[in-house]
């Protein structure tokens, strides 16, 4: 093992850190002056943000003829998404999950995921696959800010009509002082992201080199080194998020950052390789079903109570160590392989689907119930 990788790996951790800071800082004081909420800027600025490092992997994949680095980055990227940063998220504070995340932008994550999985049956995402899967990406886009802004002049309009005077923060449920002028948050975007992509890039160059002397693939360096490397942006994002009491932006950068990568970090390259990017029958066979799976885990978790709460974050920080223990030991041919997937198969997995249809129905009756006391479920 090299000192000087380990040095990289340890200073992209510092610029990870420092980066998502002054990320978040910009993007919320961004939010409140421009009259969008913390959900729409994760949804859409700060995903785009983070997700800089996972473009910039898989462009360079393709173009250095690596389809599957490019590919396994974008899946593992996904999946890490999901399971291990939005887990670790809810460990330091239970998410709360808004309805409209529920009602469009979790269903498109899941519809995007199967088109992923159903343009990958033929062996490789054609330039036509990747321009369909980038529209998708764009229209989404679009109608993020515009329904936001809309719903924005609306509740103010609303708010102010029953105080008989303007209301001075609409968005968040508590006072704030005033936001950061615009040029400085821009400033602070900026630097968050310059900060972002260098600290990955130096995680990610000092752990490729680590790992590649194991004599690894790159589907599989994709899947585990790569992905949790280049998603360490969206995790100091969404940790330093929460910290702040932006649990929507936190949300949102997940759920955002997963649309993104599917139309954009993997949809662009797409476009421009003139053969497309072809696709290993192993990610097919395993690896994309498990990112699919991964983003419809997100629904009947916020559907039950409209949070992630921290047992859910255990369970999803637990199925990412048992997903990538299973990645490593059929990457090595190891001996354990076959007793690890037997115990997965006939035991854990059983168990965690009787866990989740278990909590999941006393979550929807505790809600029936306070409907027919004249309750309301939370819809924050």
């Known amino acids: 093992m090299d000192v000087v990788d380990v040095g990289r790996i340890v200073a992209g951790l510092?610029?990870?850190?420092?980066?998502?800071?002054?990320?978040?800082?910009?993007?919320?004081?961004?939010a409140r002056r421009?009259?969008?909420?913390?959900?729409?800027?994760g949804l859409t600025v700060v995903s785009a943000a983070t997700s800089?490092?996972?473009?910039?992997?898989?462009?360079?994949?393709?173009?250095?003829?690596?389809?599957?680095?490019?590919?396994?980055?974008?899946?593992?990227?996904?999946?890490?998404?999901?399971?291990?940063?939005?887990?670790?998220?809810?460990?330091?504070l239970p998410l709360v999950v808004r309805q409209r995340l529920l009602r469009f932008d979790v269903p498109l994550m899941v519809v995007l995921s199967v088109g992923v999985?159903?343009?990958?049956?033929?062996?490789?995402?054609?330039?036509?696959?990747?321009l369909i899967l980038f529209c998708a990406v764009v229209a989404h886009t679009v109608l993020t800010v515009v329904i936001s802004r809309r719903d924005t002049k609306i509740?103010?309009?609303?708010?102010?009509?029953?105080?008989?005077?303007?209301?001075?923060?609409?968005?968040?449920?508590?006072?704030?002082?005033?936001?950061?002028?615009?040029?400085?948050?821009?400033?602070?975007?900026?630097?968050?992201?310059?900060?972002?992509?260098g600290g990955a890039t130096l995680l990610v160059e000092g752990a490729v080199n680590i790992a590649t002397t194991l004599g690894v693939s790159s589907l599989v360096v994709g899947l585990t080194v790569v992905a949790v490397g280049t998603s360490l942006p969206e995790l100091a994002t969404s940790i330093i998020a929460v910290r702040r009491g932006e649990r929507d932006l936190a949300v949102g950068n997940v759920v955002g950052s997963n649309i993104f990568n599917i139309g954009v970090v993997l949809g662009l390259p797409a476009l421009i390789s003139p053969e497309g990017i072809p696709v290993a029958s192993a990610a097919v066979a395993f690896d994309i079903p498990v990112m699919l799976a991964a983003a419809l885990a997100l629904l009947p978790v916020a559907f039950t109570g409209f949070a992630v709460a921290r047992w859910e974050g255990a369970l999803f920080v637990a199925l990412y160590l048992a997903y990538t223990g299973y990645v490593v030991l059929a990457a090595t041919a190891h001996d354990a392989l076959e007793g690890f997937t037997a115990v997965m198969a006939w035991f854990v997995l059983p168990l965690v689907v009787v866990t989740l249809i278990a909590f999941t129905s006393y979550e929807l009756g505790l809600r029936r119930r306070r409907q027919?006391?004249?309750?309301?479920?939370s819809s924050s």
Do not use: C, K, Q, W
């Not at 510092?14 to 961004?30: P, Y």
């Not at 996972?54 to 396994?72: C, I, K, Q, R, Y």
């Not at 999985?117 to 990747?130: H, K, N, R, T």
């Not at 027919?372 to 479920?377: A, C, D, K, V, Y």
């Open 372 to 377: 027919s006391l004249g309750g309301t479920p």
């Open 117 to 130: 999985l159903l343009v990958s049956l033929d062996g490789v995402i054609s330039a036509v696959d990747g």
């Open 14 to 30: 510092v610029l990870l850190v420092l980066g998502g800071e002054f990320l978040v800082r910009g993007a919320s004081a961004l």
């Open 52 to 92: 800089a490092p996972e473009l910039a992997v898989t462009v360079g994949a393709v173009l250095s003829d690596e389809p599957g680095l490019a590919v396994g980055n974008v899946v593992g990227s996904n999946i890490v998404n999901v399971l291990f940063i939005l887990g670790l998220s809810a460990l330091v």
């Open 34 to 41: 421009v009259g969008i909420s913390s959900l729409v800027v």
């Open 155 to 197: 509740s103010a309009h609303a708010a102010g009509s029953a105080m008989g005077s303007s209301v001075p923060d609409v968005i968040g449920e508590r006072e704030e002082p005033p936001p950061a002028s615009t040029p400085r948050s821009v400033l602070l975007v900026v630097l968050g992201v310059a900060l972002l992509v």
